[in-house]
């Protein structure tokens, strides 16, 4: 056991980037952000907890969607200033219906991008169950 | 090919964050910053480039220490406001040493870390060539 008991949300303004990574084939989901109170639930629930920037409130992921992500392991940064959730995804990381958020490739040096990833859900499924 | 030209740096106030993933083994490397120059050097140079938010300037990773990163692929989130790189890593991407800056996994529900990864380079060769 080491240093640092919790990252250092104080070097973040009280938030941090908390990336969301499935254990099972390494594809990275998405990137959302961490106060301490979510990084707390995420560690005592064992499911992946969030802080809503635009909802300015707690996001239990898949709390609407179902879609939620257990916890598998956690890492911490070298300046503890992010966090790597290893997870479980139940359905689809992302609101609009791919596993992942990073469903845009860019394909040019202009920066244009296309969609590579099957859709796995219908979005209006998701939110209208 | 589709909507969005660049990542939409405006939303982040000039500065979105950008994860680096190693493309050969999965392993989530680092995350760091970029504006839009960052964003337009990376895509012309083939070279992972960011911007340090603590030296306030482009941060051509690799730049002192040699360890850069060459893009095979870049994707873009749902909300075009986070990046993420898929990069063949040269030497260890953490400043420390480590294959990736998320050497310490959480052991416990207090948030107790413990170094998991082996130590590849050590830190003072690194940056005194």
């Not at 479980?88 to 469903?103: D, I, K, N, R, S």
Request: charged share 25%.
């Amino acid at each position: 056991m080491t240093e640092t008991p919790i990252p250092d949300f104080a070097s973040g303004g009280g938030l941090l980037p908390a990336i969301a990574q499935d254990a099972e084939n390494g594809q990275v989901l998405m990137l959302a952000w961490m106060n301490e109170e979510a990084w707390r639930e995420t560690l005592s629930s064992g499911r992946a907890v969030y802080f809503s920037r635009s909802r300015n409130r707690l996001w239990r992921k898949g709390e609407e969607s179902g879609h939620v992500q257990t916890v598998v392991e956690i890492r911490v940064d070298c300046d503890a200033d992010t966090i790597l959730l290893r997870v479980h995804q139940q359905g689809a990381a992302c609101h609009e219906g791919y596993a992942t958020c990073f469903f845009r490739k860019v394909e040019d040096a202009g920066g244009r991008t296309q969609i590579v990833e099957p859709l796995l859900k219908d979005p209006a499924e998701i939110y209208d169950r």
